[in-house]
Protein backbone atom coordinates (compact mmCIF):
# COMPACT_ATOMS: atom_id res chain seq x y z
CA UNK A 1 0.00 0.00 0.00
CA UNK A 2 1.11 3.52 -0.96
CA UNK A 3 0.19 7.02 -0.17
CA UNK A 4 0.52 9.65 -3.15
CA UNK A 5 -0.43 13.08 -2.85
CA UNK A 6 -0.82 15.94 -5.41
CA UNK A 7 0.08 19.83 -5.47
CA UNK A 8 -3.55 20.15 -5.59
CA UNK A 9 -3.68 18.88 -1.81
CA UNK A 10 -5.26 15.41 -2.38
CA UNK A 11 -3.79 11.90 -1.57
CA UNK A 12 -4.46 8.55 -3.31
CA UNK A 13 -3.90 5.21 -1.34
CA UNK A 14 -3.07 2.90 -4.11
CA UNK A 15 -4.07 -0.95 -3.27
CA UNK A 16 -3.13 -3.24 -6.17
CA UNK A 17 -5.02 -1.26 -9.79
CA UNK A 18 -7.42 0.40 -7.53
CA UNK A 19 -6.44 4.52 -6.19
CA UNK A 20 -9.03 5.70 -2.80
CA UNK A 21 -9.35 9.27 -3.36
CA UNK A 22 -9.39 11.85 -0.60
CA UNK A 23 -8.34 15.27 0.23
CA UNK A 24 -5.45 16.15 2.90
CA UNK A 25 -5.89 17.67 6.20
CA UNK A 26 -3.61 20.27 5.02
CA UNK A 27 -6.49 20.97 2.52
CA UNK A 28 -9.20 20.86 5.37
CA UNK A 29 -7.87 23.11 7.73
CA UNK A 30 -7.66 25.76 4.57
CA UNK A 31 -11.08 24.74 3.81
CA UNK A 32 -12.37 25.17 7.13
CA UNK A 33 -15.40 23.81 8.08
CA UNK A 34 -17.02 21.47 5.40
CA UNK A 35 -20.78 21.53 4.62
CA UNK A 36 -21.86 19.61 1.57
CA UNK A 37 -19.98 17.28 -0.53
CA UNK A 38 -20.86 16.11 -3.97
CA UNK A 39 -19.30 13.08 -5.07
CA UNK A 40 -19.27 11.67 -8.97
CA UNK A 41 -21.36 8.69 -10.19
CA UNK A 42 -20.21 5.06 -9.61
CA UNK A 43 -18.97 4.18 -13.12
CA UNK A 44 -17.89 7.55 -14.61
CA UNK A 45 -14.67 7.07 -16.52
CA UNK A 46 -12.57 9.95 -15.44
CA UNK A 47 -9.34 11.81 -17.30
CA UNK A 48 -6.96 13.18 -15.01
CA UNK A 49 -7.36 16.48 -13.97
CA UNK A 50 -11.19 16.49 -15.26
CA UNK A 51 -13.23 18.21 -12.00
CA UNK A 52 -14.51 14.77 -10.00
CA UNK A 53 -15.94 16.24 -7.05
CA UNK A 54 -16.92 19.49 -5.23
CA UNK A 55 -16.38 20.14 -1.33
CA UNK A 56 -18.07 23.42 0.00
CA UNK A 57 -17.17 24.84 3.15
CA UNK A 58 -18.39 27.20 4.97
CA UNK A 59 -16.60 29.83 3.18
CA UNK A 60 -16.73 28.35 -0.56
CA UNK A 61 -16.98 25.99 -3.29
CA UNK A 62 -13.88 23.93 -4.18
CA UNK A 63 -13.44 21.42 -7.00
CA UNK A 64 -11.94 17.84 -6.31
CA UNK A 65 -10.02 17.21 -9.65
CA UNK A 66 -9.21 13.14 -10.74
CA UNK A 67 -5.37 12.86 -9.79
CA UNK A 68 -5.22 9.93 -12.43
CA UNK A 69 -7.51 8.53 -15.17
CA UNK A 70 -9.55 6.00 -14.44
CA UNK A 71 -13.32 4.77 -13.58
CA UNK A 72 -15.22 5.68 -10.55
CA UNK A 73 -15.79 2.27 -9.23
CA UNK A 74 -17.22 3.27 -5.23
CA UNK A 75 -18.42 6.86 -3.88
CA UNK A 76 -18.08 7.30 -0.15
CA UNK A 77 -22.09 7.98 0.66
CA UNK A 78 -21.06 8.17 4.40
CA UNK A 79 -19.19 11.26 3.40
CA UNK A 80 -22.30 13.01 1.13
CA UNK A 81 -24.23 12.46 4.40
CA UNK A 82 -21.78 13.63 6.95
CA UNK A 83 -19.36 16.10 4.72
CA UNK A 84 -18.38 17.63 8.58
CA UNK A 85 -15.75 14.02 8.10
CA UNK A 86 -13.35 15.95 6.19
CA UNK A 87 -12.22 18.02 9.22
CA UNK A 88 -12.57 15.21 11.77
CA UNK A 89 -10.96 12.72 9.62
CA UNK A 90 -9.43 13.88 6.11
CA UNK A 91 -7.42 10.71 5.99
CA UNK A 92 -9.48 8.05 6.77
CA UNK A 93 -13.65 8.19 6.60
CA UNK A 94 -13.45 11.13 4.80
CA UNK A 95 -12.55 9.46 1.21
CA UNK A 96 -14.11 10.48 -1.78
CA UNK A 97 -14.53 7.99 -4.76
CA UNK A 98 -12.12 5.18 -5.61
CA UNK A 99 -10.86 4.41 -8.81
CA UNK A 100 -9.75 1.85 -11.34
CA UNK A 101 -6.79 3.03 -12.26
CA UNK A 102 -6.00 3.10 -15.96
CA UNK A 103 -2.94 3.90 -16.92
CA UNK A 104 0.22 3.54 -13.61
CA UNK A 105 2.35 5.68 -15.01
CA UNK A 106 0.19 8.97 -14.31
CA UNK A 107 1.60 7.40 -10.40
CA UNK A 108 4.91 8.55 -11.75
CA UNK A 109 4.35 12.30 -10.97
CA UNK A 110 2.75 12.15 -7.82
CA UNK A 111 4.71 13.03 -4.72
CA UNK A 112 5.46 10.96 -1.61
CA UNK A 113 4.52 11.73 1.80
CA UNK A 114 7.93 13.29 2.40
CA UNK A 115 7.70 15.59 -0.77
CA UNK A 116 4.51 16.52 0.00
CA UNK A 117 5.59 17.55 3.39
CA UNK A 118 7.61 19.88 2.16
CA UNK A 119 5.29 21.48 -0.48
CA UNK A 120 2.66 22.41 2.04
CA UNK A 121 6.20 23.55 4.73
CA UNK B 1 6.49 44.35 -1.15
CA UNK B 2 3.15 46.11 -2.14
CA UNK B 3 2.57 46.18 -5.90
CA UNK B 4 2.14 50.06 -6.43
CA UNK B 5 -1.25 50.04 -7.40
CA UNK B 6 -2.10 48.38 -3.96
CA UNK B 7 -2.40 50.20 -1.77
CA UNK B 8 -1.73 48.96 2.00
CA UNK B 9 -4.54 47.73 4.31
CA UNK B 10 -5.53 49.82 6.92
CA UNK B 11 -5.74 48.25 10.60
CA UNK B 12 -8.29 49.00 12.99
CA UNK B 13 -7.35 49.64 16.88
CA UNK B 14 -8.21 46.07 17.85
CA UNK B 15 -5.81 44.48 15.26
CA UNK B 16 -2.87 43.11 17.74
CA UNK B 17 -5.73 41.58 19.90
CA UNK B 18 -7.25 39.49 16.97
CA UNK B 19 -3.82 38.32 15.86
CA UNK B 20 -2.67 37.76 19.62
CA UNK B 21 -5.98 35.48 19.61
CA UNK B 22 -5.29 33.52 16.34
CA UNK B 23 -7.72 35.50 14.00
CA UNK B 24 -7.11 34.77 10.26
CA UNK B 25 -6.40 38.13 9.07
CA UNK B 26 -8.10 38.73 5.46
CA UNK B 27 -8.61 41.87 3.13
CA UNK B 28 -11.91 43.21 3.39
CA UNK B 29 -13.01 46.71 2.50
CA UNK B 30 -9.54 48.31 2.96
CA UNK B 31 -8.70 46.67 5.92
CA UNK B 32 -7.04 43.55 7.20
CA UNK B 33 -10.03 42.32 9.33
CA UNK B 34 -10.38 38.67 10.73
CA UNK B 35 -12.66 36.39 8.70
CA UNK B 36 -12.66 33.66 11.79
CA UNK B 37 -10.79 32.58 14.78
CA UNK B 38 -9.42 28.96 15.59
CA UNK B 39 -13.06 27.78 16.63
CA UNK B 40 -13.89 28.38 13.08
CA UNK B 41 -17.28 29.99 11.41
CA UNK B 42 -19.80 27.34 12.26
CA UNK B 43 -18.77 27.48 16.12
CA UNK B 44 -18.50 31.03 16.12
CA UNK B 45 -21.61 31.01 14.86
CA UNK B 46 -23.24 28.63 17.15
CA UNK B 47 -21.53 30.77 20.19
CA UNK B 48 -23.03 33.91 18.96
CA UNK B 49 -26.50 32.10 19.00
CA UNK B 50 -25.97 30.31 22.13
CA UNK B 51 -24.10 32.97 23.71
CA UNK B 52 -22.54 36.10 23.12
CA UNK B 53 -20.23 36.82 20.09
CA UNK B 54 -17.59 39.83 20.01
CA UNK B 55 -17.46 41.50 16.76
CA UNK B 56 -14.58 43.91 15.67
CA UNK B 57 -17.00 46.74 13.55
CA UNK B 58 -14.26 49.28 13.86
CA UNK B 59 -13.63 49.66 9.83
CA UNK B 60 -17.71 51.12 9.46
CA UNK B 61 -17.55 54.99 9.39
CA UNK B 62 -18.84 56.72 12.28
CA UNK B 63 -19.86 60.76 12.10
CA UNK B 64 -21.52 63.20 13.44
CA UNK B 65 -23.98 65.28 12.13
CA UNK B 66 -23.90 68.76 14.74
CA UNK B 67 -26.84 71.26 13.46
CA UNK B 68 -25.36 74.86 13.31
CA UNK B 69 -28.46 75.96 14.69
CA UNK B 70 -27.91 74.00 17.76
CA UNK B 71 -31.30 72.26 17.26
CA UNK B 72 -30.98 68.94 16.54
CA UNK B 73 -34.41 69.01 14.39
CA UNK B 74 -32.65 70.76 11.99
CA UNK B 75 -30.14 67.99 11.86
CA UNK B 76 -32.60 65.57 10.86
CA UNK B 77 -34.69 67.51 8.68
CA UNK B 78 -31.47 68.26 6.82
CA UNK B 79 -31.03 64.73 6.85
CA UNK B 80 -34.11 63.79 5.63
CA UNK B 81 -33.21 65.73 1.95
CA UNK B 82 -30.59 62.56 1.35
CA UNK B 83 -32.64 59.70 2.95
CA UNK B 84 -36.43 58.23 2.17
CA UNK B 85 -36.66 57.70 6.57
CA UNK B 86 -38.41 59.68 8.95
CA UNK B 87 -35.71 60.75 11.14
CA UNK B 88 -37.75 64.50 12.89
CA UNK B 89 -39.36 61.27 14.64
CA UNK B 90 -36.51 59.38 15.77
CA UNK B 91 -36.87 60.71 19.43
CA UNK B 92 -33.78 61.22 21.47
CA UNK B 93 -31.80 57.90 22.60
CA UNK B 94 -33.44 56.28 19.68
CA UNK B 95 -32.17 54.87 16.13
CA UNK B 96 -33.55 54.22 12.97
CA UNK B 97 -32.35 51.99 10.24
CA UNK B 98 -32.33 54.15 7.04
CA UNK B 99 -30.69 54.44 3.25
CA UNK B 100 -28.88 57.23 1.20
CA UNK B 101 -30.60 57.19 -2.43
CA UNK B 102 -29.44 58.64 -6.01
CA UNK B 103 -31.42 60.42 -7.98
CA UNK B 104 -32.32 57.19 -9.92
CA UNK B 105 -34.32 55.72 -6.67
CA UNK B 106 -31.15 53.18 -6.01
CA UNK B 107 -29.17 53.18 -2.58
CA UNK B 108 -26.11 54.38 -2.00
CA UNK B 109 -25.54 53.12 1.24
CA UNK B 110 -27.53 52.08 3.92
CA UNK B 111 -26.85 53.26 7.51
CA UNK B 112 -27.93 53.93 10.87
CA UNK B 113 -28.78 57.14 12.52
CA UNK B 114 -29.22 58.09 16.15
CA UNK B 115 -30.57 60.91 17.83
CA UNK B 116 -28.59 61.76 21.22
CA UNK B 117 -30.59 64.90 22.25
CA UNK B 118 -27.83 67.92 20.51
CA UNK B 119 -26.89 66.28 17.13
CA UNK B 120 -26.80 62.64 15.56
CA UNK B 121 -24.73 60.00 15.21
CA UNK B 122 -24.91 58.07 12.00
CA UNK B 123 -22.65 54.42 11.35
CA UNK B 124 -22.19 53.68 7.86
CA UNK B 125 -20.72 50.62 5.47
CA UNK B 126 -16.94 50.37 5.35
CA UNK B 127 -16.52 50.88 1.89
CA UNK B 128 -18.85 53.40 1.41
CA UNK B 129 -17.57 55.92 4.10
CA UNK B 130 -15.59 58.31 2.02
CA UNK B 131 -18.32 58.62 -0.67
CA UNK B 132 -20.76 58.96 2.10
CA UNK B 133 -18.61 62.02 3.72
CA UNK B 134 -18.24 63.78 0.92
CA UNK B 135 -22.20 63.42 -0.20
CA UNK B 136 -22.72 64.72 3.33
CA UNK B 137 -20.64 67.64 3.22
CA UNK B 138 -21.84 68.46 -0.43
CA UNK B 139 -25.34 68.53 0.52
CA UNK B 140 -26.02 69.10 4.38
CA UNK B 141 -22.71 71.85 5.26
CA UNK B 142 -25.47 74.49 5.23
CA UNK B 143 -27.18 72.79 7.85
CA UNK B 144 -24.78 71.23 10.03
CA UNK B 145 -20.90 70.43 10.63
CA UNK B 146 -19.98 67.00 9.70
CA UNK B 147 -17.91 65.11 11.92
CA UNK B 148 -16.24 62.21 10.78
CA UNK B 149 -15.43 60.21 14.04
CA UNK B 150 -11.90 58.24 12.86
CA UNK B 151 -11.05 58.09 16.44
CA UNK B 152 -13.94 55.59 17.79
CA UNK B 153 -13.55 52.21 17.23
CA UNK B 154 -16.80 50.64 16.82
CA UNK B 155 -17.69 46.57 18.45
CA UNK B 156 -20.68 44.76 18.83
CA UNK B 157 -21.82 42.40 21.31
CA UNK B 158 -24.71 40.22 20.07
CA UNK B 159 -26.14 36.59 21.85
CA UNK B 160 -28.54 36.00 24.24
CA UNK B 161 -25.48 36.34 27.23
CA UNK B 162 -24.67 39.86 25.72
CA UNK B 163 -26.92 41.81 27.64
CA UNK B 164 -25.44 40.29 31.02
CA UNK B 165 -22.00 40.24 29.55
CA UNK B 166 -22.21 44.18 29.35
CA UNK B 167 -24.17 44.57 32.14
CA UNK B 168 -21.12 44.09 34.34
CA UNK B 169 -19.47 47.41 33.20
CA UNK B 170 -22.24 49.03 31.90
CA UNK B 171 -25.22 48.76 34.78
CA UNK B 172 -27.98 50.05 32.71
CA UNK B 173 -27.86 48.25 29.49
CA UNK B 174 -30.14 45.92 30.60
CA UNK B 175 -33.03 48.52 31.22
CA UNK B 176 -32.58 49.69 27.08
CA UNK B 177 -34.46 48.62 24.69
CA UNK B 178 -34.20 47.81 20.89
CA UNK B 179 -32.58 50.31 19.30
CA UNK B 180 -32.38 52.85 21.99
CA UNK B 181 -29.16 54.45 21.77
CA UNK B 182 -27.28 56.71 23.94
CA UNK B 183 -23.91 57.52 25.23
CA UNK B 184 -23.16 55.79 28.17
CA UNK B 185 -20.08 54.73 30.18
CA UNK B 186 -19.05 51.36 30.39
CA UNK B 187 -15.93 50.37 31.98
CA UNK B 188 -15.62 53.88 32.94
CA UNK B 189 -14.95 54.88 29.18
CA UNK B 190 -17.33 57.70 27.04
CA UNK B 191 -19.08 55.06 24.89
CA UNK B 192 -22.17 55.37 22.34
CA UNK B 193 -24.07 52.50 22.77
CA UNK B 194 -27.15 50.96 21.03
CA UNK B 195 -28.91 47.91 21.36
CA UNK B 196 -28.72 47.28 18.02
CA UNK B 197 -26.68 44.67 15.93
CA UNK B 198 -26.52 42.96 12.42
CA UNK B 199 -26.92 39.05 13.50
CA UNK B 200 -30.92 38.62 14.35
CA UNK B 201 -30.20 38.18 17.96
CA UNK B 202 -31.00 40.60 20.87
CA UNK B 203 -27.11 42.32 21.61
CA UNK B 204 -25.77 46.08 21.89
CA UNK B 205 -23.16 48.38 19.33
CA UNK B 206 -20.85 49.97 21.12
CA UNK B 207 -18.70 52.65 19.69
CA UNK B 208 -15.39 53.68 22.23
CA UNK B 209 -12.47 55.71 21.97
CA UNK B 210 -9.69 54.57 20.13
CA UNK B 211 -7.62 54.27 22.53
CA UNK B 212 -9.64 52.15 25.19
CA UNK B 213 -10.85 49.99 22.55
CA UNK B 214 -8.20 47.22 23.58
CA UNK B 215 -9.17 47.38 27.09
CA UNK B 216 -12.73 47.41 26.66
CA UNK B 217 -12.62 44.24 24.39
CA UNK B 218 -9.79 42.34 26.91
CA UNK B 219 -12.34 42.94 29.43
CA UNK B 220 -15.64 41.46 27.92
CA UNK B 221 -13.29 38.42 26.47
CA UNK B 222 -12.78 37.31 30.51
CA UNK B 223 -16.27 36.71 30.29
CA UNK B 224 -16.47 32.76 28.90
CA UNK B 225 -19.81 33.74 27.82
CA UNK B 226 -17.81 36.05 25.28
CA UNK B 227 -15.86 35.02 22.45
CA UNK B 228 -14.68 37.11 19.68
CA UNK B 229 -16.32 36.09 16.07
CA UNK B 230 -14.92 36.84 12.53
CA UNK B 231 -16.35 38.34 9.26
CA UNK B 232 -17.55 35.06 8.21
CA UNK B 233 -20.08 33.98 10.78
CA UNK B 234 -20.97 37.87 10.79
CA UNK B 235 -21.77 36.82 7.28
CA UNK B 236 -23.85 33.63 8.00
CA UNK B 237 -25.90 35.29 10.98
CA UNK B 238 -27.10 37.86 9.08
CA UNK B 239 -27.65 35.99 6.39
CA UNK B 240 -30.28 33.72 8.11
CA UNK B 241 -31.40 37.09 9.72
CA UNK B 242 -32.58 37.78 6.16
CA UNK B 243 -30.52 41.76 6.87
CA UNK B 244 -28.71 43.25 3.43
CA UNK B 245 -25.20 43.46 2.90
CA UNK B 246 -24.74 46.80 0.64
CA UNK B 247 -23.17 46.00 -2.40
CA UNK B 248 -24.74 42.38 -2.76
CA UNK B 249 -28.14 42.50 -1.67
CA UNK B 250 -29.17 45.95 -2.38
CA UNK B 251 -27.05 48.48 -4.45
CA UNK B 252 -27.36 52.08 -6.47
CA UNK B 253 -29.28 49.52 -9.20
CA UNK B 254 -31.91 48.66 -6.33
CA UNK B 255 -34.80 50.92 -4.64
CA UNK B 256 -35.64 50.65 -1.69
CA UNK B 257 -38.84 48.63 -2.18
CA UNK B 258 -37.05 46.49 -4.53
CA UNK B 259 -35.07 45.58 -2.06
CA UNK B 260 -38.34 44.52 0.11
CA UNK B 261 -37.18 47.30 2.77
CA UNK B 262 -40.38 49.22 2.34
CA UNK B 263 -40.95 48.86 6.30
CA UNK B 264 -37.92 51.04 7.21
CA UNK B 265 -40.12 54.17 4.97
CA UNK B 266 -41.87 55.77 7.00
CA UNK B 267 -45.49 56.68 6.09
CA UNK B 268 -44.66 60.78 6.46
CA UNK B 269 -42.24 60.42 3.47
CA UNK B 270 -44.43 58.42 1.19
CA UNK B 271 -46.82 59.93 -1.06
CA UNK B 272 -49.86 61.80 1.09
CA UNK B 273 -47.30 62.27 4.25
CA UNK B 274 -46.43 64.93 5.92
CA UNK B 275 -43.24 65.19 4.67
CA UNK B 276 -43.86 63.30 1.42
CA UNK B 277 -40.95 63.12 -1.32
CA UNK B 278 -37.78 65.33 -0.67
CA UNK B 279 -35.08 62.72 -0.62
CA UNK B 280 -32.77 61.51 -3.72
CA UNK B 281 -34.67 59.75 -6.47
CA UNK B 282 -38.24 60.42 -4.90
CA UNK B 283 -40.29 60.28 -7.71
CA UNK B 284 -39.07 56.39 -8.72
CA UNK B 285 -39.27 55.23 -5.02
CA UNK B 286 -42.72 56.49 -4.72
CA UNK B 287 -43.73 55.43 -7.56
CA UNK B 288 -42.21 51.63 -6.36
CA UNK B 289 -44.95 52.10 -3.89
CA UNK B 290 -47.77 52.92 -5.56
CA UNK B 291 -47.46 50.43 -8.47
CA UNK B 292 -45.21 47.86 -7.78
CA UNK B 293 -41.53 47.21 -8.58
CA UNK B 294 -41.42 45.04 -11.35
CA UNK B 295 -38.71 42.46 -9.16
CA UNK B 296 -37.89 41.90 -5.39
CA UNK B 297 -35.56 40.81 -3.23
CA UNK B 298 -36.79 37.91 -2.07
CA UNK B 299 -35.32 34.45 0.84
CA UNK B 300 -35.02 31.39 -0.98
CA UNK B 301 -34.11 27.93 1.11
CA UNK B 302 -32.81 25.41 -1.50
CA UNK B 303 -34.18 22.10 -1.55
CA UNK B 304 -31.29 19.86 -1.78
CA UNK B 305 -27.85 20.12 0.49
CA UNK B 306 -25.74 22.13 -1.93
CA UNK B 307 -25.36 25.59 -1.01
CA UNK B 308 -26.59 27.74 -3.90
CA UNK B 309 -23.71 31.06 -3.51
CA UNK B 310 -23.70 35.15 -4.77
CA UNK B 311 -24.37 34.91 -8.58
CA UNK B 312 -26.09 31.83 -9.19
CA UNK B 313 -28.94 32.98 -12.27
CA UNK B 314 -32.65 31.71 -11.09
CA UNK B 315 -34.65 30.33 -13.53
CA UNK B 316 -38.78 29.81 -13.32
CA UNK B 317 -38.42 26.05 -14.18
CA UNK B 318 -35.92 23.19 -14.87
CA UNK B 319 -35.57 24.00 -18.52
CA UNK B 320 -36.53 27.26 -19.78
CA UNK B 321 -33.43 29.15 -21.48
CA UNK B 322 -34.43 32.44 -20.15
CA UNK B 323 -33.01 33.25 -16.87
CA UNK B 324 -35.36 35.29 -14.44
CA UNK B 325 -33.31 36.60 -11.79
CA UNK B 326 -30.25 36.10 -9.57
CA UNK B 327 -28.75 35.09 -6.21
CA UNK B 328 -27.09 38.32 -4.46
CA UNK B 329 -26.43 35.69 -1.25
CA UNK B 330 -26.04 32.19 -0.58
CA UNK B 331 -24.17 29.62 1.50
CA UNK B 332 -24.87 27.17 4.51
CA UNK B 333 -27.10 28.77 7.63
CA UNK B 334 -25.28 26.65 10.70
CA UNK B 335 -28.52 27.24 12.30
CA UNK B 336 -30.62 25.86 9.90
CA UNK B 337 -27.87 23.61 9.42
CA UNK B 338 -28.71 23.81 5.25
CA UNK B 339 -28.29 25.90 3.17
CA UNK B 340 -30.08 29.16 2.56
CA UNK B 341 -29.95 32.45 0.05
CA UNK B 342 -31.43 35.27 -0.72
CA UNK B 343 -31.74 36.85 -4.63
CA UNK B 344 -33.76 39.11 -6.83
CA UNK B 345 -37.14 37.80 -9.06
CA UNK B 346 -39.86 39.47 -10.98
CA UNK B 347 -43.05 40.24 -8.36
CA UNK B 348 -44.87 38.00 -10.41
CA UNK B 349 -42.44 34.87 -9.02
CA UNK B 350 -41.76 36.42 -5.78
CA UNK B 351 -44.74 35.10 -3.07
CA UNK B 352 -43.61 32.57 -0.51
CA UNK B 353 -43.78 28.83 -1.54
CA UNK B 354 -42.95 29.61 -5.20
CA UNK B 355 -40.55 26.92 -6.66
CA UNK B 356 -37.48 28.46 -8.47
CA UNK B 357 -34.68 26.89 -9.84
CA UNK B 358 -30.96 28.13 -9.48
CA UNK B 359 -28.07 27.19 -11.50
CA UNK B 360 -25.08 25.49 -9.97
CA UNK B 361 -22.30 23.44 -12.15
CA UNK B 362 -24.22 22.76 -14.78
CA UNK B 363 -27.08 21.55 -12.75
CA UNK B 364 -30.88 22.98 -12.12
CA UNK B 365 -31.35 23.04 -8.44
CA UNK B 366 -34.84 23.56 -7.02
CA UNK B 367 -35.45 26.47 -4.08
CA UNK B 368 -38.16 27.73 -2.47
CA UNK B 369 -38.77 31.03 -1.79
CA UNK B 370 -39.28 31.70 1.82
CA UNK B 371 -40.53 34.53 3.86
CA UNK B 372 -37.07 36.42 6.16
CA UNK B 373 -35.84 35.92 8.79
CA UNK B 374 -34.73 32.59 8.36
CA UNK B 375 -34.42 32.08 11.74
CA UNK B 376 -36.49 34.30 14.29
CA UNK B 377 -34.81 37.20 15.50
CA UNK B 378 -34.90 37.66 19.22
CA UNK B 379 -34.56 41.47 19.71
CA UNK B 380 -35.81 43.14 22.97
CA UNK B 381 -38.59 45.50 22.12
Known amino acids: ?25 YA ?16 RSLKKAEAAAVVESVKAASDVYAPIS ?9 LAAEPALVNSDAAGKAWFFKLKIADKSELDGLMDEAAYAKHTA | MLARDESPLLRTPLHALHVARGGKMV ?44 KVEDAALALERLVPQDIVA ?8 AQFTNPEGGILDDLMVANFGDHLFLVVNAACKTEDEAHLRAHLSEACVIDSLADRALIALQGPKAESALAKFCADAPSMRFMDARPRKVAGFDCFVSRSGYTGEDGFEISVPAEHAEALVT ?4 NADVLPIGLGARDSLRLEAGLCLYGHDIDTATSPVEGALEWSVQKSRRS ?11 QAILA ?24 AVLFADATSAEPVGKVTSGGFGPSLNAPVAMGYLPSSLSASGTQVFAEVRGQRLPLQITPMPFVPNTYKR
Do not use: C
Not at chain 1, 1 to 22: K, N, P
Not at chain 2, 91 to 97: F, K, N, T, V
Not at chain 2, 289 to 306: H, I, N, T, W, Y
Open chain 2, 90 to 97: VAPGRQRY
Open chain 1, 28 to 43: QSQLGDVVFVELPKVG
Open chain 2, 219 to 222: ALLE
Open chain 2, 288 to 311: HFEKGAARRRVGLRPEGRAPVREG
Open chain 2, 272 to 282: GGARAGGFPGA
Open chain 2, 27 to 70: PFAGYEMPVQYAAGVLREHQHTRNAAGLFDVSHMGQIALRPKSG
Open chain 1, 1 to 25: MTILYTTDHEWLRIEGDVATIGVTD
Open chain 1, 70 to 78: GDVLEVNEE
